[in-house]
């Protein structure tokens, strides 16, 4: 069964540091990774993914990620966080049935202090 | 850009009363799911609906869930009798047919008491 995990509850970084938000996976055949971010009381906002192609992936709000066949990984990058960038991130990965559904991670708060 | 809509956005209600959940998903989108995240905790998925039926279903998706598409545009989750550990977040989600990137709404908070 596919699933992910992602390792840590919890990311501080100072605004400007650049950030990493880590994610694994683990699949039968070849992964669809995704990046969502849900901001306080709000829904789940898709930031990227992968499909194929490039092991790195541009995405929305300056945000990229990283896919690492041989580590399994997805991580999430940002060059130089902003304070707006806190929120919770989460990793998912489409399950291999038909309805293409997701599968996520248990999530990473990120914290940017200013 | 479109999005898809959910209401409401909040709602209280007492514990055995059943409760329906309203989603608007993105027009020209084809599959349509449920999931829920209950406090602090990870996403769920409930159910997945294609072609005007479930197509799959979680093992948290029991007899008292059920899910309809009424009218071509909206989608609802129904909770015939309402527990106090349905208390959670309910995002409603659609994609296209072809499509990988599922997109959610804003979510509807459930409170049973």
């Known amino acids: 069964a596919q699933s992910v995990a992602q390792p840590e509850d919890q990311v501080n970084v100072a605004e400007g540091n650049p950030l990493t938000v880590k994610c694994t996976y683990s699949?039968?055949?070849?992964?669809?990774l995704f990046w969502y971010v849900q901001y306080p009381n709000r829904g789940l906002q898709f930031l990227l993914k992968?499909?194929?192609?490039?092991?790195l992936v541009k995405g929305s709000y300056g945000f990229e990620a990283e896919f690492n066949k041989s580590q399994t990984s997805f991580h999430l990058k940002k060059p130089s966080a902003l304070v707006s960038d806190s929120a919770l991130y989460f990793c998912?990965?489409?399950?291999?049935?038909?309805?293409?559904?997701?599968?996520f991670g248990q999530g990473t708060t990120l914290q940017v202090k200013p | 850009e479109p999005e898809v809509t959910q209401t409401p956005s909040h709602q209280v209600t007492q514990m055995g009363q059943e409760v329906i959940l309203r989603c608007v998903p993105i027009?020209?989108?084809?599959?349509f799911y449920w999931y829920r995240q209950i406090l602090g905790q990870k996403v769920e998925f409930l159910v997945s609906?294609?072609?005007?039926?479930?197509?799959?279903k979680s093992e948290i998706f029991d007899d008292q869930f059920s899910v309809e598409r009424p009218d071509g545009s909206n989608f609802t989750l129904k909770i015939r009798s309402t527990k106090l550990e349905d208390s959670a977040m309910y995002f409603c989600?659609?994609?296209?047919?072809?499509?990988?990137?599922?997109?959610f709404g804003e979510g509807s908070w459930l409170t049973v008491v």
């Open positions: 609906f294609y072609n005007n039926e479930i197509s799959e």
């Open positions: 989600a659609s994609r296209t047919g072809g499509g990988n990137t599922i997109y």
């Open positions: 699949v039968s055949g070849n992964p669809y």
């Open positions: 998912a990965v489409r399950d291999d049935g038909n309805t293409g559904k997701l599968i």
């Open positions: 992968y499909i194929t192609g490039d092991n």
């Open positions: 027009s020209n989108h084809l599959y």
